[in-house]
Structure formats: structure tokens, C-alpha cells
């Protein structure tokens, strides 16, 4: 089982969007700096390539928000690339007042050379890396966002860096194996660890899960959230699925109250540490699904880090629904519509290979 299987996650594991939804290119008219014509310019967001230590050139969006005091460092799925997920990020880093960072993996997008476990664990040092130097970013501002099998270079990277200000899981996966075999140990061919990884992170873990995940089964976040040091009141959506969390009210108000208590936490009780991190307006990590009114405005909190330079907004064409519009239409039925329509035949495919994470 073990040659075949590794040979099988080789083949299958990535899916990058062909061809890519968006372009990047240089614009004479601001100096040459990086932009994407397939959507309006917006004067807070920067398009980057950064060069990884493994010789790759990934492109990356910063996205500035002017009150934030927190970033997010966000690895996105399999089957998308920023064009698909700018949209969403610009909505976040409105939402939840931060600074918000997301890039595409090798091989993905306009990101060069190819996708490996290897490669996007050097895609999300290299972020981390420009966060910090060109950006100022320190560790205990940052907040690293993995979804899917995003939350593999996310474990990676929050095992390292020990002073994080907190890790955000979202339909994450135990390992690669573990997708597709209920096995009880670990294989050295198996990638992505992070059941291995887990106990190795230092800062405070919010994971949000859907109870029918028809790609990465709920156990798998369940798991994890058992694993970690550091318990933050997790979010189970009941009925959620893989692609289509952020649908659900309760998708933002969760994680805006993570961040907010990130914040209010970092300046009551500087470095001290609990086993576990109780939301203040939340009571037990129950199997939620219901449909509260969404805030139309996260109150200004913290979030972001300070930027040096002010940037430009350049983003690939949206292939999805505004954050807003999902929500008002999931308020009216606790089912969310259909999300990311621009990857379902993928995701067919996928689920007939039996490797859909």
C-alpha cells in the first residue's frame, strides 16, 4: 500500500487552477509596479514575487487595513489560487480589521516552478520572511490562517516560529494519508504531518470544521483541536462542507471573536499562558449551523501590523460571490449555496480519485 499510496498523493495532491485566473503585470503608469488588470485597482493592496529558497519566484497580495494591529498570513486551499480567493481576502481584512497576506503556492497562479510538500513549506517561509523585513510584522502580530491542505505549511510554519500570536485551521487535515486511509501511524512517505507537528505549536488554535465534510472528514479537525497546547473554543458547522464555510454567519462572527480575544488577551495578561482560551460570548465548542445576524462591521480592534509603504491594489478577477452577498443569502436558509463554482468539475474529478482536499 505504502509505494502506491505515495505515488497516488505525488500525482493527485495538487490542483492548481488551469489556466490561472489572473495575470500579473508591471504598469509603466505607477513606476512599473506589480499589478492585476483583471480587477479593479485598490490602493491598499500590494502585488508582490517573492524568491523562495528553493529558487522559485511566488506571487503574493498584501492587503493594508489602517486600523489593524495584527496580520493574517492566510495559505489558501487546493483547486484555488488568488485569483479566486482575492475577493475574499480584501473582505476579511475589511471584516476583521487586520493586515491580511495571501500568496499562491509554487506552481500555482503566475507562482513558478512546481507544487511539492517541500516547495510550499519554502512559499510560506518566504512570506513570513518579506512580513517581516519589508513589512515590519512582528511574531506576536502575526496570525497564521491554513485552509485545507493550506493547514499543512501553516502547522509547519507555527511549530518553528514559538511566539505567534495565534493559528487559524480551517478544514484542516491530519495528514495526506490520512485523507484517504483511517491509518493509525505514520508512514515516512505521508506528507503534510500535522498530527506530528501539532503539539509543537505554542500559541492559542482556533479550528473551524464542518460536520459534513465530504473531502476531509470532521475527525480530522477534531483531532487536531484535541492536539493542541493552547484549545481556543472551536467552530463545528453542522452541515457545513469543505468549500463552503465562510457561507455561514457564524464563520466570521467565530473568527472575529478569535481575533479580538487575540488582542484583548496580548494586552491583559502579556505572556501568560492558559490551557485553554474560552470566547467570552460563546459557550461550549458546540456543533453550530445556525444563522445569527451577521455584524456588518467588525468594531475596530486589532489587527494588522504597521506597513511601512502604502500600496497598490491589484487583484485577479473574482471568482466568487462578495463575503456580503453569501452571507445575506446563507441568513435565509442555514444551507449555504454552492461556493468556489469556478473549481466544481475539480472537485468532481477529485472526488472520484478519492483525493478532494
Known amino acids: 500500500m505504502g509505494g502506491i499510496t505515495s505515488s497516488i498523493a505525488a500525482k493527485f495532491a495538487f490542483f492548481p487552477p488551469s489556466p490561472p485566473s489572473y ?10 509596479r506589480l499589478c492585476i488588470p483583471e480587477v479593479p485597482r485598490r490602493d491598499n493592496v500590494d502585488v508582490l514575487k517573492l524568491r ?11 492587503i493594508k487595513h489602517p486600523k489593524s494591529t495584527a496580520t493574517l498570513l492566510y495559505s489558501h486551499g487546493n483547486a484555488a489560487d488568488l485569483g479566486q480567493m482575492f475577493e475574499l481576502f480584501v473582505e476579511l481584512s475589511l471584516r476583521l480589521r487586520i493586515n491580511l ?3 499562491d503556492y509554487s506552481g500555482y497562479g503566475q507562482s513558478t516552478g512546481k507544487t511539492t510538500e517541500c516547495n510550499t513549506y519554502a512559499d510560506v517561509d518566504a512570506v513570513y520572511k518579506c512580513l517581516k523585513e519589508q513589512y515590519g510584522v512582528k511574531d506576536e502580530q502575526l496570525i497564521v490562517y491554513g ?51 501539532m503539539g509543537m505549536v505554542n500559541c492559542p488554535v482556533l479550528v473551524m470544521h464542518g460536520t459534513a465534510d465530504e473531502v476531509v472528514d470532521c475527525s480530522h479537525g477534531k483531532q487536531l483541536w484535541e492536539l493542541c497546547k493552547e484549545k481556543y473554543e472551536p467552530l463545528w458547522l453542522s ?4 468549500c463552503n464555510l465562510e457561507l455561514y454567519p457564524e464563520f466570521i462572527r467565530h473568527l472575529k471573536k478569535f481575533v479580538l480575544s487575540l488582542s484583548k488577551s496580548k494586552a491583559a495578561t502579556n505572556g501568560s499562558k492558559e490551557t485553554t ?6 459557550p461550549k465548542p458546540s456543533e453550530s449551523g445556525t444563522s445569527d445576524s451577521f455584524e456588518p462591521c467588525p468594531k475596530p480592534s486589532e489587527s494588522g501590523t504597521s506597513d511601512g509603504s502604502e500600496l497598490r491594489p491589484d487583484a485577479p478577477e473574482v471568482s466568487r460571490n462578495s463575503l456580503d452577498s453569501r452571507l445575506e443569502k446563507s441568513k435565509k436558509s442555514n444551507k449555504p449555496e454552492k461556493s468556489r463554482m469556478s473549481t466544481d468539475h475539480v472537485d468532481r474529478f477529485r472526488r472520484r480519485k478519492g483525493l478532494v482536499w
Not at 176 to 197: H, Q, S
Not at 239 to 242: E, K, T
Not at 277 to 282: D, P, T
Request: proline share 5%; aromatic share 8%.
Open 23 to 32: 495575470t500579473v503585470i508591471a504598469d509603466d503608469s505607477c513606476g512599473g
Open 101 to 103: 497576506m495571501g500568496y
Open 277 to 282: 482560551v474560552v470566547s467570552e460570548s460563546q
Open 239 to 242: 452541515g457545513g462542507g469543505h
Open 147 to 197: 485552509q485545507s491542505v493550506g493547514s499543512g505549511p501553516t502547522i509547519d510554519l507555527a511549530s518553528r516560529v514559538p511566539n505567534l500570536r495565534g493559528v487559524v485551521l480551517h478544514s484542516p487535515i491530519l495528514s495526506g494519508l490520512r485523507v484517504l486511509y483511517p491509518v493509525k501511524r505514520t508512514y515516512w512517505f505521508d506528507i503534510y504531518k500535522n498530527i506530528d507537528k
Open 52 to 62: 523562495t529558497r528553493k529558487g522559485n519566484e511566488i506571487v503574493a497580495i498584501h
